[in-house]
């Protein structure tokens, strides 16, 4: 069973945008999930979908040092506390992102290969909704 997913993007705008719309609430909020969230190591944060799709996810931030962000991830309901880290390195014209989200295989027997095809899909979506919003914040700008 795989236990870490991994997502690799480079967007065509600055660390500091792309840092901005990973741990500013009301950018997140945007883009994401409405979230209750600091950059800020001990912050017990929520996200919450804006339809009935998923159930809240809760963590605590473990590190927030420009540029990386590491958060514990909890789905509600569930026992099993998994890993999300972005790593955002500066590239010729933009920002390299890295995303891990692992431990997924703390999730017991059929549910921890469910979750991985979920999680992993929903990354990708996250990763399209982030380049999505970036680009209208640019031509807004």
Do not use: Q
Not at 6 to 34: C, M, R, Y
Not at 50 to 59: L, M
Not at 110 to 132: H, K, P, Q, Y
Request: charged fraction near 25%; hydrophobic fraction near 35%.
């Amino acid at each position: 069973m795989k236990d870490v997913i991994n997502k690799e993007h480079v967007f065509n705008h600055t660390i500091d945008k792309v840092w901005s719309a990973i741990t500013n609430a009301d950018e997140i909020s945007t883009w994401f999930l409405a979230a209750d969230f600091k950059p800020e190591a001990g912050y017990k944060y929520t996200f919450k979908s804006k339809t009935d799709h998923c159930e809240p996810i809760f963590g605590e931030v473990k590190e927030a040092n420009p540029y990386k962000l590491v958060y514990t991830w909890i789905v509600t309901g569930t026992e099993a506390v998994t890993t999300v880290t972005w790593n955002l390195v500066p590239v010729e014209n933009g920002t390299k992102l890295y995303l891990e989200h692992s431990g997924i295989s703390k999730y017991e027997g059929e549910t921890a290969i469910e979750m991985f095809e979920s999680f992993n899909g929903g990354w990708t979506n996250c990763v399209n909704r982030l380049t999505d919003y970036l680009k209208e914040l640019v031509n807004a700008g």
